[in-house]
C-alpha cells in the first residue's frame, strides 16, 4: 500500500471572515513587522526618554531589547501598539512615520 502525500493548504478559518482578511492585508502591506528593527525602536525609545523596559511594560512584551535583537520580529499587536505612538508623539518629527495605519479600503 503506497501512501500519497496530500499538499496541505492553509485553509480559511471558520471564524474568518473578509473584513478580517483585508484588515491583514493591510497591515501586511504596510510592513508593519519589517519596519520595526532595533533601530526604529531605539529611536522611539531615545525621542520618548525610555528604556527599553519601559517600552516593553508599555506594549506588553518582556524583554523587549532581547527579542528585537534575537527574533528580529515582533508580534504584529506590538508592532501596531509601536505605529500608534510613534505617529502620536513622534509623527511631526520623522519622515518615515505611518499614515494610514486604520485606511484599510481604497478611496
Not at 59 to 75: A, F, H
Not at 91 to 101: E, R
Request: with cysteine; proline share 2%.
Amino acid at each position: 500500500m503506497t501512501k500519497t502525500k496530500r499538499k496541505s493548504r492553509r485553509k480559511k478559518s471558520d471564524s474568518e471572515t473578509t473584513a478580517s482578511l483585508l484588515i491583514k492585508c493591510h497591515y501586511e502591506s504596510l510592513g508593519l513587522r519589517k519596519i520595526w528593527n532595533q533601530q526604529r525602536v531605539e529611536r522611539m525609545c531615545s525621542f520618548l526618554r525610555m528604556t527599553y523596559e519601559e517600552m516593553g511594560a508599555l506594549i506588553g512584551i518582556q524583554e523587549l531589547d532581547s527579542k528585537i535583537v534575537k527574533t528580529r520580529k515582533l508580534p504584529l499587536s506590538a508592532c501596531i501598539l509601536l505605529t500608534m505612538l510613534e505617529k502620536q508623539y513622534l509623527g511631526d518629527f520623522i519622515p518615515d512615520a505611518v499614515d494610514n495605519l486604520f485606511k484599510f479600503t481604497e478611496d
